[in-house]
């Protein structure tokens, strides 16, 4: 079945190591976004890919690294994890970067820093 | 910035009660509008989406939303809600214009008791 896989789908996680989430699509899709979910806060975007090869910073990306090297898979590291990454993760997709914006998501990691 | 305002944190209904939540964002330019869904323990599904033409779309569930440009809002609507509508609801903007990434609202949470 098509679609975006994310892993693990929840982890709990001492303050200071170091996490990948990772994220992969079967739908060919080229742009890859990842976001974080809050209480009271929407869906804020962390790092976005239009390609493969290329990424960007999103309106929270201080703590995250992400890498583009396929069109299939989008891994989101935290290199040193804090309490305030505490949240949920989404990874989602679109056919093309530019004008038409319809994302499709995965189904989520949630994520816990002691 | 670019921005989107949902009005609503929380709103409580009864079964059958008409529902209309609250949109506008601010970006002067053309924009692609959607309205997305988080039902609970899930992730986000498209609802409705308006790129152009007749301002007013209709989504599934019977869901629908008006575009009004000179207010800068795109409201969402159902005539009679029901209790499986209980869940979160995203509006989202993506301005049209090549290297912006989707913008969303905080989120509004529906709550309708059977």
Redesign the interface.
């Known amino acids: 079945i098509a679609g975006i896989t994310q892993a693990p789908t929840s982890q709990i996680l001492a303050a200071g190591r170091r996490m990948t989430l990772r994220c992969t699509q079967d739908m060919r899709h080229n742009a890859m ?1 990842w ?1 974080r979910q809050d209480l ?6 962390i790092h ?1 890919s239009n390609t493969a090869g290329t990424t960007g910073k ?1 309106e929270v990306p201080d703590g995250y690294s992400v890498s583009r090297a396929n069109t299939d898979d989008f891994p989101l590291t935290l290199a040193s994890a804090v309490p305030s990454q505490t949240s949920v993760y ?1 990874c989602a997709t679109s056919p093309e ?7 499709f ?4 990691s949630r994520l816990t820093v002691l | 910035a670019q921005s989107v305002s949902q009005h609503n944190h929380h709103v409580i209904l009864s079964e059958a009660a008409s529902l209309e939540l609250g949109c506008n964002y601010s970006y002067g330019g053309t924009v692609n509008l959607f309205w997305y869904v988080q039902y609970p323990g899930q992730h986000l599904q498209l609802l409705l989406k308006y790129f152009s033409g007749d301002p007013l779309v209709k989504g599934i569930k019977g869901f629908e939303a008006e575009f009004i440009k000179s207010k800068f809002s795109f409201n969402l609507r159902k005539p009679s809600v029901q209790w499986s509508d209980t869940a979160e609801y995203f509006c989202a903007v993506k301005p049209n214009q090549a290297g912006t990434a989707l913008i969303f609202g905080k989120g509004t949470t529906l709550s309708v008791s059977s």
Do not use: D, H, I, Q
């Open positions: 976004y976001y009271g806060l929407g869906l804020r975007l976005y999103g989404f970067e530019g004008v038409v914006g319809e994302l998501f995965g189904e989520g």
